[in-house]
Each structure stands twice: as structure tokens, then as C-alpha cells.
């Protein structure tokens, strides 16, 4: 009996080793991809999270600059040679603002300049009359 067992735990141990080996090199593919991809996984250390920091130091600057106030000497240079390099390292995935509102309801399609009164009204319900459009002077 205690053969059997003993092969049964060899058996046992031998899937979980390759269950384990599986899903180590499965998670170094994953990483690998992300990284790629320009995402920075925990643990990592990924230049996205010092690219980040960059790019607030660069608004830092930039909001100083605009107050008249004085920058620290030779920081702007620092900062904007970490960020090409971060750039190049495909550490930088976005430019897109993340404060900017979005536009007003019936305003997506119009661009800069555009005011919203070329824009058509909506249809009137079911069962009201339909109005005449105003005239433009």
C-alpha cells in the first residue's frame, strides 16, 4: 500500500511542478507583452511611473515660468532630457490631457470657433407640430 502511495504523491508532485513552470513562464510572457505595450506592472519597476513624474515636474516648471516665478537652475534641462529618454525608451504612451472637460451636450462634432447654432435642433416628440426653423439675419 505504501508503494502506491508513494506513487501517487510522485505523480501529484510532478503535475504541480509542471503546473508551477507553466504559470512562471506564462506570467514572464504577460510581462513581457505589457511591457511592451507600455504598462507598467507592479514590481517592475517601469519607466511609465518616472516618466509620470517627469511630466509633472515639466507642469511645475511651466506653471513657475508662467507666475514669473524663478526655476531652479539647470532643472528644465534635467527634466526634458528624462523625458526624451523615457520617450525613446517607449516609456511616454500618451499625450492626452486628462483634465481636459468634455465638450457641451450637442457640441461633439463642432470644431474650434464653431458656435453651437449651426447646429440642427432635435425633432419635436410624436404628436406635436413641427415649428419653422428661425430665420438668419
Not at 511630466?55 to 516648471?61: K, Q
Amino acid at each position: 500500500m505504501d508503494g502506491v502511495l508513494d506513487r501517487l504523491q510522485e505523480a501529484g508532485m510532478g503535475f504541480l511542478d509542471k503546473a508551477k513552470a507553466a504559470a512562471t513562464e506564462l506570467s514572464a510572457k504577460a510581462d513581457a507583452a505589457m511591457s511592451q505595450a507600455g504598462i507598467s506592472t507592479p514590481g517592475t519597476g517601469g519607466t511609465s511611473a518616472g516618466a509620470d513624474r517627469l511630466l509633472r515636474d515639466l507642469g511645475v516648471l511651466a506653471y513657475l515660468e508662467a507666475t514669473g516665478r524663478p526655476l531652479p537652475e539647470g532643472e528644465r534641462e534635467r527634466v526634458m532630457a528624462g523625458l526624451q529618454e523615457a520617450e525613446q525608451q517607449g516609456g511616454l504612451s500618451s499625450f492626452a490631457l486628462r483634465t481636459t472637460p468634455p465638450p457641451p451636450p450637442g457640441m461633439a462634432g463642432a470644431g474650434p470657433g464653431m458656435s453651437g447654432s449651426s447646429v440642427a435642433p432635435p425633432p419635436p416628440p410624436p404628436g406635436q407640430p413641427q415649428q419653422a426653423p428661425p430665420t438668419q439675419a
